[in-house]
């Protein structure tokens, strides 16, 4: 079991370009969460899946962000069209249904100039 | 809907010393508490839980947090803090216990940073 992992670890772009990250969540855990971190901030609450299904998305989550989960695997976070204000640090974690625990990854780093 | 209030920004405190960290929740239902501690620039590691059962919960790295229903807290204390503890540290609540329908999303606080000065 090597953890949940998240590609990339930083990600620099020009604001207007569109990025995507990559999480890959500890094998078993069907449960699988997404979070974003402002500086100064705690970890705030965007979407998740069970299985592949995407059961709620946050508020936060305008119209530019886009989750999947195909098959029940790993997941990718796109963000279209990027603005300064999304400039962060972008969590996954991942659970099994019952444990109510979540183990988190390294997170990606998003600067957006 | 449930919240966290972490009032203490910043606990300087010095090497060996003992620690406390103050959280407090806000949740119409049963909920699951958690602490967790995050070094710069990286994720989030889970220090410990409160499920159900004892309300006195032990972690790791010698952090132990009571739960007290009675005044929504769920303060985290060490004994004898070391250099290395220095980091930054959130408390967390989400809805419990699970039936299957909960989403069990985490609700955070905005973090205390503990500094260990030697």
């Known amino acids: 079991d090597t953890g949940v992992s998240q590609n990339p670890r930083h990600k620099i772009t020009k604001r207007g370009q569109n990025v995507t990250f990559r999480c890959d969540p500890i094998?078993?855990?069907?449960?699988l969460y997404w979070y974003r971190q402002t500086l100064g901030q705690g970890p705030e609450f965007l979407t998740y899946?069970?299985?592949?299904?995407?059961?709620?998305k946050s508020r936060l989550l305008s119209d530019r962000f886009s989750a999947e989960r195909p098959k029940g695997s790993f997941s990718t976070l796109e963000i279209q069209r990027t603005e300064q204000g999304d400039s962060a640090m972008y969590l996954c974690?991942?659970?099994?249904?019952?444990?109510?625990?979540?183990?988190f990854g390294p997170g990606t780093r998003l600067t957006v100039t | 809907a449930q919240s966290v209030t972490q009032l203490d920004s910043q606990v300087p405190v010095f090497e060996e010393a003992p620690v406390e960290l103050r959280c407090n929740y806000s949740?119409?239902?049963?909920?699951?508490l958690f602490w967790y501690v995050q070094y710069p620039n990286q994720g989030l590691q889970l220090l410990l839980k409160?499920?159900?059962?004892?309300?006195l919960v032990k972690g790791i790295n010698g952090f132990e947090a009571e739960f007290n229903k009675s005044q929504t807290s769920f303060h985290l204390r060490k004994p004898s803090v070391h250099i290395s503890d220095t980091a930054e540290y959130f408390c967390?609540?989400?809805?419990?216990?699970?039936?299957?329908?909960?989403?069990?999303?985490?609700?955070f606080g905005t973090g205390t940073l503990l500094a260990v000065q030697p």
């Open positions: 974690a991942s659970s099994l249904v019952y444990s109510g625990e979540q183990y």
């Open positions: 967390a609540v989400s809805e419990g216990p699970n039936y299957g329908g909960a989403t069990n999303k985490l609700i």
């Open positions: 094998s078993e855990h069907n449960r």
């Open positions: 409160y499920l159900s059962g004892s309300t």
């Open positions: 899946f069970q299985n592949e299904a995407q059961l709620e």
């Open positions: 949740s119409s239902v049963s909920v699951y």
